[in-house]
Structures are given as structure tokens and as C-alpha cells.
């Protein structure tokens, strides 16, 4: 350890190096000594301030050279760093394996050729230990031969139960457990102290280290079986089988007991009484026999682990965590035979170091994985448990239902992803990859997680707003509820909601952006640009919507109108601010957008007209035809269909002479759209009516001209009663006249 003492003179010798001023100073002043002692010396320099600035430059100097020779490039330091790690584990791992050997043949030596007094006293050693050990061992058997009626009544009671009862019964079944374990614990050290101490309170080291090993060892075992409960599936929180609880408890306990007791108790116990490199020997022996149980573990579940892995991809998914997972099904029997080798290893080289801080954090890394598992179990059972509202609100919003399971599936992928990139982040900060919870308290951490967070919750706000109108606009449209809707607000409604749909995405996706950073005003002002260019761009389009605006204020039509576009006749199903959507009476859905549109024919607008126009034979009365027109009308007024009706019947009487007909009109007034219904049942009466009357409504006459001879008369036309069928014809008859 460097000293005062050394320092000052370490100064002083190198103040004798002759510098300039500190030499003149001596060499005037004769009265002084040849031989001085470094502190003199030292004082002297440091009361003259040349001497002094001097000392600090030449310091300075040597010691920016000497960073320079060690510390040539960046580059070299880290490889020598590298290295120097490399030759330290190197190094440590040759001491470890001469430490073994010694300690193998330190254990042999000891079983060939025992030391008479070292074997006595170890002995001795052995016979209390085994004492203590049989009644902490036979004792422990007992109470848990006892308490298993116990916890098989719970388990009986706990079937089927709610999950808090179930609850209730594990951590009684677990405390039991728990009381066991230190009653078992007491009895041992009541055997140590007054059985084999021989009721002097006292007790061997030995002993002590056997009693906490067990202890600790119960206790881990008891942790495994709150968890696993290989007897007890009721009061099983994992959701396993039998056999798999079973399995893994039996391999997990006998590694715990393996390695607990050899490191808690053999292992001291050989460093006391026979060598230090003895027990490092049985501890690299126990190591090793645990990384083969641990591998022959990982390569009889190879197979199962990777189709539990594939599953999600198997079955058609391809989010981050399927393709990750399917992606790991294939290697990770390596991945975790490397791990436990790296363990090994690490305990080797650093074993108390290294080997603590790898462990915790593979146990934080095991317990982040574990609660994101449960996390997205826990979310995915209520997904999959269905959201059904109330029967009330269902039927005032039949749409509000389908719309949120469909907005369930992306909310579950979002989670997902949220929660995997946790776990990541969560490994990460145990194994100290990265200090996230540093960043997060830092200035740029709370910047960027606040900002994160509010256009999250701009998001969130934003959907909720769009699923408030959207409601809004079903229930308004919902004729069961309210006041039915007429065919100008279902039109003026959906468009509302198409434009504050397009408005609320981009006034959303604008703040979201600007929460988290990104600066809009260029957006805006591209977005300006673009959209300049898209208007020369796509003219049509443009011209599709200024169209469509004019005819949305000019009130042509609406949904649910008859109209005619151009070729097109049909009903209005959709009206946006581009095009109309007509379905014909065939049932063909045609696209029209409002640029080809020039004349709209709306046959529902105000009211609508059934035009009647009846052919009649030229030999009828066409008053007698008038009444029986107005009857029929009367009759028509009398049936369902007169709510339709708005006016009397409009007779226009004659209208036109036909070759086989009179043609006779009337008009009738009805409701939009009534014409088509009121029309087809006014013709059923109309027809009722002149047969009732015997008013002929004629087909079309052919008058048969025969010619005329010189006389100016014409032969008369016979029809015989002969009938003969022709040859090589399909057996008609063939009428036989005198004209033939």
C-alpha cells in the first residue's frame, strides 16, 4: 500500500534530476548541505514556484507518454481486453481442473489410506449427522403422512369450486405444507441439541449445516409443489396433466436436492474436514451429473416443446409471436443444451460471481416470460369468452356488437405485441443488456414514453368517438326506435358519417404524429401539394365529386329511390360522395359514378301516377267503359291498398284508335312509389269488372282477304269438316277449304 511516506519521497527523487532552476537555486546558495534528506529536498522545490512548475510540466509529460505507450489505438485496447478476459478464463479454468484432480486424489487418498485420527474424527462426524438426519428425515415423513388426508380433502372440495374458493384452498393446503416443512425442521434440531448433544444445548456445525440445507432444500420443493401439485389436480394452478405435473416435479425435486445438499452440506463438510480441493471436486461432480440429468430433460421433451412451439403457425396465425415461436421450435433442444453448459462453465471460471448474477437473472428472465404467458392467456380466455350486450342495446344497435368483436382480434394483436416487447424489454434489464428502467427515468425516457402514451391515448379517444357516431347513426337509422327516417336523412346520414369517418382518421393520425414528435406543418403543406397535383392529376375524379355534391343539394335522390340513370333503372342502395350504387329488378348491382351521369329520372319524387290505359273493342260502349273504370277504382278504394292513394281517379277518356282497339285513360295518384303496387291491383279489378259486364278487351284481328273476279264479287270462303294429315309431317291437322 502506497504511504505518505512513499509519496514524498517518490517526489523527492525526481526532483533530484537536475532541473535548471531547482540546480541555479542550489548552486547559489553554498550554506546548504551536499546531503539533504527527500523531505528537505522536496520542501525546497515546493517553496520555489519555479521549481515547482517545472516538477508539474515534467509530471504531465511522462504521464501522456506513458498513457500513450499502454493505449496505442482504440482498437488495441479492446482486443487487449479481450484477450486479457480470454487468458483470465483460460487461466481459471486450468486452476479449476487442477483444483479438481487434487481434490480427486486428496478423496482417493483419504479411501486407500486413511489418516487413523482424521478417520475417527470423521467418524464421529458421520454417526451424529447420520442420527440427526434419520430422525429430521423420519419425522418430516411422518407429519407429511399425516397431512396428506388434509390436503386430499381440499382437493376434493376445491373441484369445480370458483376460482377464489380454489384459491383459498391451495394457500391453506401450501401453508400446511409450509408447517410441515418447519415442524419436521424443529424436531431435528430439538434431536441435535438434546439427543445427540447430550442435553448440553449444544450442537455440532455439522449438524447446523445439515438442518439449514433441508430447510432450504423443503422449502424449494414446497414452492414446486404450490405450482405443480403432482397428487392434487384440483389445487393445481398450471393448467397440465397429471403425468406432465408428475414428471417435472420429480426431475426439478431430485436436481434441487442434488445440488442443494451437496453445496449446503456435503461440500462444507469436506472443506472442513478433509480439503478445500476435495470439496470443489464433489461440487464440479454434482455439477456435472446435474447438466446430464438436465440434458437428458431437454432431449425427451424435444419433440413435445416443439409442436407446443409450431402450434400457432400451424394453425394459420402470422403474428410476431407464431413466426417467432415456429422460428425457435427447431432449435431450441440447442439453444437450452448451450445455456446449461454455459452455466457450467461460468461457475467454473467465476463461481462466486458470475454464477449468482447469471442465475438471477435467468430466474427474473423465467418469471417475465411466465407473467407474459399469463397475461396473454388471461386476455385471449376473455376474448375468447365473447362480448354479448344487453338484449335492449342490441336492438337498438344490431351493429354495435359485430363491430367490436371484429375491433377484438387487432385490439388482441396490439396487446400481443405490447406485451412480448415487455418480456423483451424485461430480459434485457436482467441480464443487463440494457438499463431501461434508467432510461425511463431519464429526461429523454419520460419524453418519449409521455409522448408514446398520449397519442395512445389520442387513439383510444379517437375510436371512441368514431363508435359514438357510428351508434349514433344506426340508432337514428333504426326505424324500430324513434321516428322512422325518411330517404333524404338516411342519405345526408351515411354521408355524414363517411366524411367524419375520412375527417376523424386524418385529424387522429395528425395529433398522434405530432404527440410523438413528428412535425405535421411539412405533412400539411405536402399534403396541400398532393393533393393540387391530384386534382389536374384525376380529373374524372374531381369531376365525380363536384357532381356529386350539386346533386346532393339539389335533392335528386336518395336511398331507397326508383330511379333511372341513363340505360340503368333500379333501386338507390348507396350514395356516397363519388358514385351511386342502383340494383336493378334482376337483382344486379351497378356502379355508376356521378362523372357519366346526365339525366336522373327519380320515379319516387313528391308522388307517383298509375296510368291505366285500357284497349277496348271498337263495338263498345265507351260510357259503359268509363263506369266500369270507376268502379273498379271504387272497389280499389275499399281494399288495403287505399292508404296509397291520394287523389280521386283522373279520366282522360279516349286517347287513341287502335287496329284491334279503342284505347281508353285514366290516371291514379298515389304515395312515392305506391304506382307499381296500386297499378297491379287496379288491373285485377279492372279485369274483374268487364268480364262481369262483358266488355270485351280485344287481341289483334286478322281480316283474310280472298280477292274478287270480274264481277266485282267474291267467292265464298268453306271450311270442311275434313281433316287429313299431310305425309312425312308431325300428324297436324290440316284444314281442308274450297279455296284449295
Same mark, same amino acid.
Given at each position: ?223 414446486? %409443489?404450490?405450482? *405443480? ?6 389445487? /393445481?394452478?398450471?393448467? @397440465? =396433466?397429471?403425468? #406432465? &405435473? ?59 416443446? %416443439?409442436?407446443? *412451439? ?6 394459420? /396465425?402470422?403474428?410476431? @409471436? =407464431?413466426?417467432? #415461436? &415456429? ?47 399469463l397475461v396473454t392467456a388471461f386476455i385471449g380466455r376473455f376474448a375468447n369468452a365473447g362480448l354479448r350486450l344487453p338484449d335492449d342495446l342490441r336492438a337498438r344497435l344490431p351493429a354495435l356488437e359485430a363491430r367490436l368483436k371484429a375491433f377484438v382480434p387487432g385490439v388482441m394483436q396490439i396487446i400481443r405485441a405490447i406485451v412480448t416487447f415487455g418480456v423483451i424489454i424485461a430480459i434485457a434489464q436482467a441480464w443487463r443488456l440494457i438499463d431501461f428502467l434508467a432510461w425511463l427515468a431519464s429526461d429523454s425516457g419520460q419524453r418519449v414514453s409521455g409522448s408514446t402514451l398520449a397519442a395512445l391515448i389520442i387513439l383510444l379517444f379517437g375510436f371512441v368517438a368514431y363508435l359514438a357516431v357510428s351508434s349514433w347513426v344506426e340508432y337514428r337509422l333504426n326505424p324500430q326506435f324513434g321516428t322512422i327516417p325518411t330517404s333524404r336523412e338516411k342519405t345526408l346520414l351515411s354521408l355524414f358519417q363517411n366524411a367524419f369517418t375520412i375527417a376523424l382518421v386524418v385529424l387522429v393520425t395528425m395529433l398522434a404524429l405530432a404527440q410523438i414528435g413528428v412535425n405535421i406543418a411539412p405533412l400539411l403543406a405536402g399534403a396541400g401539394v398532393l393533393g393540387l397535383a391530384i386534382g389536374f392529376g384525376a380529373q374524372k375524379l374531381v369531376q365525380d365529386i363536384i357532381t356529386g355534391v350539386f346533386i346532393q343539394l339539389e335533392n335528386v335522390m336518395n336511398e331507397g329511390d326508383v330511379v333511372s340513370l341513363g340505360s340503368v333503372s333500379g333501386v338507390v342502395e348507396r350514395l356516397t360522395i ?163
Amino acid at each position: 500500500m502506497i504511504t505518505l511516506r512513499h509519496l514524498v519521497s517518490l517526489l523527492a527523487l525526481l526532483a533530484l534530476f537536475a532541473l535548471p532552476p531547482a540546480a541555479d537555486a542550489q548552486e547559489n546558495d553554498q550554506s546548504t548541505p551536499q546531503t539533504v534528506t527527500g523531505v528537505d529536498e522536496l520542501i525546497r522545490i515546493l517553496e520555489s514556484e519555479e521549481a515547482r512548475t517545472a516538477l508539474l510540466t515534467r509530471l504531465k509529460t511522462e504521464a501522456a507518454t506513458q498513457a500513450s505507450t499502454d493505449q496505442p489505438s482504440g482498437e488495441a485496447t479492446i482486443a487487449r481486453q479481450v484477450a486479457e478476459q480470454t487468458r483470465a478464463a483460460a487461466e481459471q479454468i486450468v486452476a479449476g481442473g487442477s483444483t479438481v484432480w487434487t481434490g480427486l486424489v486428496a478423496l482417493a487418498a483419504m479411501i486407500t489410506d486413511p489418516d487413523p485420527g482424521d478417520y475417527t474424527a470423521l467418524r464421529s462426524i458421520i454417526l451424529n449427522v447420520v442420527l440427526v438426519a434419520a430422525g429430521l428425515f423420519t419425522s418430516f415423513l411422518v407429519l407429511r403422512i399425516l397431512v396428506h388426508p388434509l390436503q386430499r380433502s381440499f382437493d376434493n372440495r376445491a373441484a369445480g369450486r370458483h376460482w377464489f374458493v380454489k384459491a383459498t384452498y391451495v394457500l391453506v393446503a401450501t401453508v400446511a405444507d409450509v408447517v410441515t416443512v418447519a415442524l419436521a425442521w424443529g424436531v431435528g434440531y430439538f434431536l441435535a441439541l438434546q439427543v445427540v448433544g447430550g442435553g448440553t444445548g449444544q450442537m455440532d456445525i455439522n449438524q447446523t449445516l445439515l438442518l439449514n440445507a433441508f430447510l432450504l432444500v423443503e422449502l424449494i420443493k414446497v414452492t414446486m %409443489r404450490l405450482l *405443480l401439485h403432482p397428487r392434487f389436480s384440483n389445487l /393445481r394452478p398450471i393448467p @397440465v =396433466s397429471d403425468t #406432465s &405435473a408428475a414428471y417435472w416435479y420429480f426431475w426439478i425435486a431430485r436436481i434441487v436436492s442434488l445440488i442443494g445438499y451437496a453445496f449446503m452440506f456435503v461440500a462444507p463438510i469436506m472443506a472442513t474436514n478433509v480439503s478445500e480441493s476435495a470439496a470443489q471436486a464433489v461440487r464440479v461432480l454434482v455439477m456435472f451429473t446435474a447438466l446430464v440429468i438436465g440434458v437428458v430433460i431437454i432431449l425427451q421433451n424435444r419433440d413435445r416443446v %416443439r409442436h407446443a *412451439l409450431s402450434s400457432g403457425a400451424a394453425q394459420g /396465425r402470422s403474428d410476431f @409471436v =407464431s413466426r417467432s #415461436s &415456429a422460428l425457435l421450435a427447431g432449435i431450441w433442444h440447442l439453444l437450452a443444451i448451450a445455456y446449461l453448459f454455459a452455466i457450467v462453465l461460468v461457475w467454473l471460471v467465476n463461481p462466486s460471481g458470475a454464477l449468482p448474477y447469471m442465475m438471477a437473472a435467468t430466474l427474473k428472465s423465467i418469471v417475465a416470460i411466465v407473467v407474459g404467458g399469463l397475461v396473454t392467456a388471461f386476455i385471449g380466455r376473455f376474448a375468447n369468452a365473447g362480448l354479448r350486450l344487453p338484449d335492449d342495446l342490441r336492438a337498438r344497435l344490431p351493429a354495435l356488437e359485430a363491430r367490436l368483436k371484429a375491433f377484438v382480434p387487432g385490439v388482441m394483436q396490439i396487446i400481443r405485441a405490447i406485451v412480448t416487447f415487455g418480456v423483451i424489454i424485461a430480459i434485457a434489464q436482467a441480464w443487463r443488456l440494457i438499463d431501461f428502467l434508467a432510461w425511463l427515468a431519464s429526461d429523454s425516457g419520460q419524453r418519449v414514453s409521455g409522448s408514446t402514451l398520449a397519442a395512445l391515448i389520442i387513439l383510444l379517444f379517437g375510436f371512441v368517438a368514431y363508435l359514438a357516431v357510428s351508434s349514433w347513426v344506426e340508432y337514428r337509422l333504426n326505424p324500430q326506435f324513434g321516428t322512422i327516417p325518411t330517404s333524404r336523412e338516411k342519405t345526408l346520414l351515411s354521408l355524414f358519417q363517411n366524411a367524419f369517418t375520412i375527417a376523424l382518421v386524418v385529424l387522429v393520425t395528425m395529433l398522434a404524429l405530432a404527440q410523438i414528435g413528428v412535425n405535421i406543418a411539412p405533412l400539411l403543406a405536402g399534403a396541400g401539394v398532393l393533393g393540387l397535383a391530384i386534382g389536374f392529376g384525376a380529373q374524372k375524379l374531381v369531376q365525380d365529386i363536384i357532381t356529386g355534391v350539386f346533386i346532393q343539394l339539389e335533392n335528386v335522390m336518395n336511398e331507397g329511390d326508383v330511379v333511372s340513370l341513363g340505360s340503368v333503372s333500379g333501386v338507390v342502395e348507396r350514395l356516397t360522395i363519388r358514385s351511386v350504387s342502383i340494383r336493378s329488378l334482376d337483382g344486379t348491382l351497378h356502379l355508376i359514378p356521378f362523372s357519366s351521369v346526365d339525366t336522373v329520372s327519380n320515379m319516387m319524387k313528391g308522388f307517383s301516377y298509375h296510368v291505366a290505359e285500357i284497349g277496348v273493342a271498337y263495338r263498345e260502349d265507351i260510357t259503359e267503359v268509363k263506369e266500369a273504370m270507376h268502379e273498379a277504382f271504387d272497389l280499389l278504394m275499399q281494399s288495403e291498398w287505399r292508404e296509397m292513394i291520394v287523389d280521386k281517379l283522373d279520366m282522360h277518356g279516349v286517347t287513341a284508335f287502335g287496329d284491334s282497339a279503342v284505347m281508353v285513360r285514366a290516371r291514379i295518384k298515389t304515395v312515392p312509389g305506391g304506382h307499381w303496387a296500386t297499378g297491379r291491383a287496379y288491373n285485377e279489378l279492372i279485369k274483374q269488372v268487364f268480364d262481369r259486364r262483358g266488355i270485351e278487351i280485344p287481341f289483334p284481328h286478322v281480316t283474310l282477304y280472298m280477292g274478287e273476279d270480274k264481277a266485282g264479287m267474291s267467292p265464298p270462303l268453306r271450311v270442311k269438316n275434313e281433316v287429313r294429315t299431310e305425309s312425312g309431317s308431325d300428324d297436324r291437322p290440316v284444314l281442308i277449304t274450297d279455296a284449295e
